[in-house]
């Protein structure tokens, strides 16, 4: 998902959730600030580099894939934009090394999921807006893993847009980054074929462009892991889920509910606004216009203006607090919630068996996790 | 919305095999090339002989012998490039069209005769293996593992082309079985 959803969406979720303009903002902030999170900034703001919740396609240039770089990799984007679904999938006649990948493939309601939900309770407005970044990125993104691998994230020219009136359209990728998608014309830009298996290109959803990421469209695709069948994404139902679990998911977090179920989605706070929010999803535009809709739908909600994202807005702030404060300044509170959250599915991740994240602390004693010295490596 | 009966999983799949052995072919189209090129660069010397062996005398009568290797060479060289070049473009139509069949669903036949007889000269090539003497000098037996790469690289060959007519005979049967669609 991109800002439309990830800061103006989901200030509208929190305020129909019960959250006042101003926390709104905060979490709307937190989600998206997750997008922009990178090492660069962090060096820029001395910051720890370990809270990263994204890489630049800069910083994803110089990363060596061997398995300390998909470690690296796959902390991140697993941790944040791909969460896994089932970390104990089974598929039959496969090998180690494929299973660890192919779990890996995210997707909605899966108890990460609820984990990640869970974690933020009790804990500040930033690891609310971090949470609901993933919850929501689960349903854009799914059936894409957060490892770099051909054989699960690769498409290839079987790729049809279903149109509002029925019919399809094939979508022809384009590789131009400079070129701006056009879906007037089903232009799109997506990642190079690369036949390395943990090539950058294959690495999420980048063989699909932003498709995952625009609420309006429907396309059917061969996603490399479903054995020639096919796929059939329909974002506006998608993103109309996304919307109403992060208002459910909020109004837990807010202590309206005693627990947090998977699959549950908020109604009552939606009514009156389907319609409205539909359209929004529905329209045929790019990320400015489909921007600027969810903010005049949110200011109608609350009254109040929302100011347009700017990424530096608390920085100032984390530079010249003293080293002491800076973990109750707007973006320590977020590092430490980042750093949480990464721990947690890294942990989740090391416990199935799998390495790809790499091995993992624990966040409460800091110390190694020594699941596998126990020998209760779950299968 | 979506369309995964069987008929359409393996058309899906025996489309992708064909298109794969088309890249193959290409691929190795330009291995035959590099042969061609490398064979003539490293056994120019026995290949002079021969040429002179071969050659009408004549020629060592008007020219000195220089010249005249010169030009038997170069003649040699000009042929073995023509032949080359024919070589690569058929290799490369033939799997031009494997793949805009897997890609596009556009369908010739002629290169499909074409592998044809691609797949029975290697076949024929095979049999006169065993017809050759083992090597009893170390110069033969390096020769002997120059033929044991072409071999398996013509093996690999001959796997691509037989692997290009099933799939584009399967892909065919399949989408008749499929009312002509996935």
């Known amino acids: 998902m991109q800002k439309d959803f990830h800061y103006y969406a989901t200030y509208c979720a929190a305020f129909l959730a019960g959250y006042d303009h101003e926390d709104s903002l905060a979490i709307a902030y937190s989600a998206q600030f997750v997008d922009d999170c990178s090492r660069s900034v962090l060096r820029r703001l001395k910051a720890p580099l370990n809270v990263a919740s994204t890489q630049l396609n800069l910083e994803l240039m110089e990363i060596t894939t061997d398995i300390l770089g998909i470690q690296d990799i796959t902390r991140i984007w697993a941790s944040f934009h791909f969460l896994p679904r089932d970390l104990y999938a089974q598929k039959e006649g496969c ?177 009156g606004f389907e319609d409205e929010i539909r359209a929004i999803l529905n329209k045929r535009q790019t990320e400015s216009g489909s921007c600027a809709d969810w903010k005049a739908f949110g200011e109608k909600l609350s009254g109040k203006e929302i100011p347009d994202y700017n990424e530096n807005t608390y920085q100032d702030e984390y530079i010249t607090a003293n080293k002491d404060e800076k973990s109750d300044t707007f973006l320590g509170k977020f590092f430490e919630g980042t750093l949480a959250q990464k721990s947690m599915v890294t942990s989740r991740i090391f416990e199935s068996g799998n390495l790809l994240a790499g091995y993992s602390v624990d966040p409460e004693t800091g110390k190694l996790i020594r699941q596998m010295v126990k020998g209760g490596l779950k299968r | 919305m979506e369309n995964n009966n069987e008929n359409d999983l393996k058309i899906r799949r025996y489309k992708n095999q064909l298109m794969m052995s088309g890249f193959g072919c290409i691929l190795l189209g330009g291995w035959s090339a590099i042969r061609m090129i490398l064979s003539v660069y490293l056994e120019k010397d026995k290949i002079l002989d021969a040429l002179r062996n071969a050659a009408d ?19 040699y060289l000009g042929m073995t490039v023509f032949i080359l070049i024919i070589s690569f473009l058929i290799h490369f139509y033939v799997g031009r069209c494997a793949v805009r069949e897997g890609r596009d669903g556009r369908k010739r036949n002629f290169y499909l005769v074409i592998a044809g007889l691609f797949l ?16 009893d000098s170390a110069e033969e037996a390096i020769s002997k593992n120059a033929d044991v790469v072409t071999y398996v690289l013509d093996a690999s060959m001959a796997f691509t082309f037989l692997d290009m007519l099933f799939s584009a005979v399967l892909s065919r049967i399949y989408l008749k079985k499929n009312g002509g669609g996935e």
């Open chain 1, 95 to 271: 090998g180690k090394l494929y299973m660890d990948k192919y779990r890996l493939i995210c997707g909605p309601n899966g108890e990460l999921v609820k984990d990640t939900v869970t974690l933020a309770k009790k804990k500040s407005l930033q690891s609310v807006g971090i949470a609901m970044h993933v919850v929501a990125d689960t349903w854009a993104h799914r059936n894409f893993a957060g490892t770099p691998s051909l054989v699960i994230n690769n498409t290839d020219a079987h790729f049809f847009e279903i149109l509002p009136d029925g019919t399809e359209r094939k979508i022809k990728f384009r590789h131009s980054l400079s070129a701006p998608d056009d879906p007037e014309n089903g232009l799109y830009t997506g990642s190079i074929y690369q036949s390395a298996e943990n090539s950058i290109m294959n690495l999420g959803h980048g063989r699909a462009g932003h498709l995952p990421d625009y609420s309006f469209c429907r396309y059917k695709y061969l996603p490399a892991w479903n054995e020639y069948r096919e796929m059939y994404k329909d974002n506006p139902s998608d993103y109309w889920n996304a919307f109403r679990q992060l208002i459910y998911a909020m109004k837990f977090l807010r202590g309206e509910y005693d627990e947090f179920h998977t699959d549950t989605y908020e109604n009552k706070a939606v009514e």
């Open chain 2, 120 to 135: 029975l000269s290697i076949v024929i090539s095979y049999i006169g293996i065993g017809d050759k003497n083992i090597a």
């Open chain 2, 57 to 75: 005398w004549s020629i060592y009568e008007s020219v000195d012998a220089k010249t005249a290797d010169t030009v038997l060479f170069f003649t």
